[in-house]
């Protein structure tokens, strides 16, 4: 009843029917970077970063966690950041203290079988 899905809109519960849009492709609307996987990176406040990645383009279907794994400073220890699960958008937040050094890091996911890829 309370399904994106639910149609028709504001109906009561007993009037709606359930209707899904076929070969509706949804997308991410943060598209700035230029690449394929990494599709978008803003600036949300001070030294914070949000960097959006399109893991839908990754040859795996199923998955326990995303992740990304870079490091906390340049020339620093390297640690995992959590990732936003919002599809159609993934993303992560970044705090990079340095404006002229760049921020290097990995990215994958755990899949349902335990294993990093």
């Known amino acids: ?3 994106v899905y639910k149609h028709p809109v504001g ?18 609307p943060h598209q700035n970077a230029g690449d ?7 600036k949300i406040g001070g030294n914070a ?5 399109d893991f839908t ?4 279907v199923n998955y326990r966690q995303l992740f990304v794994h870079g ?3 340049p020339n620093d220890a390297w ?14 937040d970044v705090v990079w203290p340095s404006g002229s050094e760049p921020f290097e890091f990995s990215f ?10």
Request: with cysteine.
């Open 36 to 42: 394929p996987i990494i599709t978008g990176v803003e």
């Open 71 to 73: 490091q906390k400073a």
């Open 108 to 117: 994958g996911v755990v899949k349902d079988d335990g294993l990093t890829e």
């Open 49 to 53: 970063y949000r960097i959006f990645i």
């Open 79 to 92: 640690m995992d950041y959590p990732v936003t699960d919002n599809y159609p958008c993934f993303y992560t």
């Open 57 to 60: 383009r990754l040859p795996i």
């Open 11 to 28: 109906a009561e519960p007993n009037n709606t029917r359930f209707r899904v849009k076929l070969g509706e492709k949804r997308i991410c």
């Open 1 to 3: 009843m309370c399904s």
